[in-house]
């Protein structure tokens, strides 16, 4: 995600993105998409019981 996309989308949220969950920058979706330690990652997942789900991930060391 852009810094503005990251801005836009936690903008009602009352936490800092930096302590969003964490995913390791060794998992093998983070090297497929080439992501570095400090991006952002949307994760949208389809559910049955929710339809739709939005997480977020930001990739460390």
Known sequence: MTEDEIADELSDVEYDFKDLPKIK???PVVKAISAKPGDVLRITRESQTA???ITYRIVED
Request: hydrophobic share 35%.
């Open 25 to 27: 920058s060794h998992d």
């Open 51 to 53: 339809g739709v789900f």
